[in-house]
T-cell receptor, first 114, second 112 residues
Framework: NAGVTQTPKFQVLKTGQSMTLQCAQD?????MSWYRQDPGMGLRLIHY???????DQGEVPNGYNVSRSTTEDFPLRLLSAAPSQTSVYFC?????????????FGPGTRLTVL | GENVEQHPSTLSVQEGDSAVIKCTYSDSASNYFPWYKQELGKGPQLIIDIRSNVGEKKDQRIAVTLNKTAKHFSLHITETQPEDSAVYFCAAMETSYDKVIFGPGTSLSVIP
């Protein structure tokens, strides 16, 4: 199993550009989520999904869109990048089981918006 | 919504000493409390978790305690080693809501 994969590893954007961060998992997990990590702020939940076709907002959803057309993939779209979106982005996945909730994280995407 | 606070933000200990990280949460409905370790340049990885029907859980040198009444939970690492140096995150979740909310993290340095 590859686990949770994210592409790209690094990205530099100019203000106003759009891009999609890719996330895929091969563990048949129902639950997938996106976090951003900023110094001193921990991991803040952007959007999450409990299954194909279902998405919901987290703590900091503004400026980001998601979709979940398959169980495996959960892309994060930045429609018009802003310097405030400079961050490290992590995708995570887990089973939806009340007895087993471990989230598996990808290696992260470091995004810089100039 | 849930809010998780974590202290201290940085912690330095001598190798062999113990380290304690404390967290508080706000939503009394939260029932699952994981701890994650993040090494430099990597994604976080689960090291231990506890559910609200348990007061304490141990796994070798790591233990977690939960006080539901006070809404506190803590991570205890004994006999620390240099490889324990990392950033540690606590989190809280109400399992039917599917949202995991993280604390701001603690940077632990173990000095050889």
């Amino acid at each position: 199993n590859a686990g949770v994969t994210q592409t790209p590893k690094f990205q530099v954007l100019k203000t106003g550009q759009s891009m999609t961060l890719q996330c895929a998992q091969d563990m048949n997990h129902e639950y997938m989520s996106w976090y951003r990590q900023d110094p001193g702020m921990g991991l803040r939940l952007i959007h999450y999904s409990v299954g194909a076709g279902i998405t919901d907002q987290g703590e900091v959803p503004n400026g980001y869109n998601v979709s979940r057309s398959t169980t495996e993939d959960f892309p994060l779209r930045l429609l018009s990048a802003a310097p405030s979106q400079t961050s490290v982005y992590f995708c995570a996945s887990s089973f939806r089981d009340s007895n087993y909730n471990e989230q598996f994280f990808g290696p992260g995407t470091r995004l810089t918006v100039l | 919504g849930e809010n998780v606070e974590q202290h201290p933000s940085t912690l330095s200990v001598q190798e062999g000493d113990s380290a304690v990280i404390k967290c508080t949460y706000s939503d009394s409905a939260s029932n699952y409390f994981p701890w994650y370790k993040q090494e430099l340049g990597k994604g976080p990885q689960l090291i231990i978790d506890i559910r609200s029907n348990v007061g304490e859980k141990k796994d070798q040198r790591i233990a977690v305690t939960l006080n539901k009444t006070a809404k506190h939970f803590s991570l205890h690492i004994t006999e620390t080693q240099p490889e324990d140096s990392a950033v540690y995150f606590c989190a809280a979740m109400e399992t039917s809501y599917d949202k995991v909310i993280f604390g701001p993290g603690t940077s632990l340095s173990v000095i050889p």
